[in-house]
């Protein structure tokens, strides 16, 4: 039995050119977290990191923060959808379903609440795997079967304990399958994962068990309500 603990990159850069690399508050939210495991006597059998920046950065800070010396073992099946890709594939659709919603590409990433909206029903059509505008780089079914091949070697390893430095999309994946949850109701919950929280698994011979999900109190502990982040 492993009991596996997904770990959510901190607050990427949002509006920016470059989404994939941590803002200062994903900096120090990561850094939090390390700093907590370290007060909680937290070890490791095994640690892993997606390929990208905010995940690489997210692990780094945090590795480092708790004095964790072991290796870190970067691995693609934890990287997260090509959200860009997405918003390509279906604004276009989207946009002419919901007229009533003003879209503007220019500022699209400028208003968090109308990006939001749109972004949920973007992820709806591609959950259905609707035809987009464009071709998707990866279907929402081969999205799921990466990820949880990947979960399915960190269980197969013999680790009992193993952190995985990952995203929203695979969080929900594996919240998924867990749950037994259509993948709407997945992605209910997926807007609800904030920023460098915590979840647990245990995987065993039938799967995942889900033991605690969003965990944050690394970041209550710090009395700032502006750690608390979702994009």
């Keep these: ?17 470059n989404y994939d690399e941590l803002s200062p508050m994903g900096e120090r939210q990561s850094v939090l977290l390390g700093e907590h495991w370290q007060r909680c006597g937290q070890s ?3 640690v ?24 870190l073992t ?7 959808f090509d959200h860009q890709n997405l918003i390509r594939a279906y604004l276009p659709l989207v946009a002419r379903e919901n007229p009533e919603i003003a879209v503007d590409r220019n500022t699209l990433f ?18 259905s795997e609707r035809e987009g505008a464009l071709p998707v780089s990866e279907p929402w079914s081969a999205f799921q079967t990466r990820c949880l091949d990947g979960l399915r070697r960190i269980g197969e390893s013999g ?13 929900t994946a594996a919240l998924q399958a867990a749950l037994h ?9 997926n807007w609800h994962i904030l920023n460098a929280s915590v979840h647990t698994f245990k995987l065993g011979e039938r799967g995942a068990g889900l033991l605690r999900f969003n ?12 750690l608390l982040t979702y994009r």
């Design 74 to 80: 970067v691995d693609t099946a934890f990287n997260e």
């Design 44 to 46: 490791f059998d095994a």
């Design 181 to 189: 949850l259509e993948s709407a109701a997945a992605f209910r919950l």
């Design 159 to 171: 680790a009992q304990r193993v952190v995985v430095f990952t995203s929203g999309g695979v969080i």
């Design 110 to 127: 400028g208003d968090r609440k109308i990006f939001q909206r749109l972004f949920d029903l973007i992820i709806a059509c591609w959950v």
């Design 215 to 226: 965990d944050i109190a690394h970041l209550e502990l710090a009395q700032d309500p502006g």
């Design 1 to 17: 039995m492993t009991t596996l603990i997904l770990a959510r990159h901190g607050q990427a850069s949002f509006g920016a050119r």
């Design 48 to 71: 892993y990191s997606g390929d990208m920046v905010r995940q690489r950065g997210t692990a780094a800070r945090a590795l480092l923060a708790m004095s964790h010396e072991g290796q």
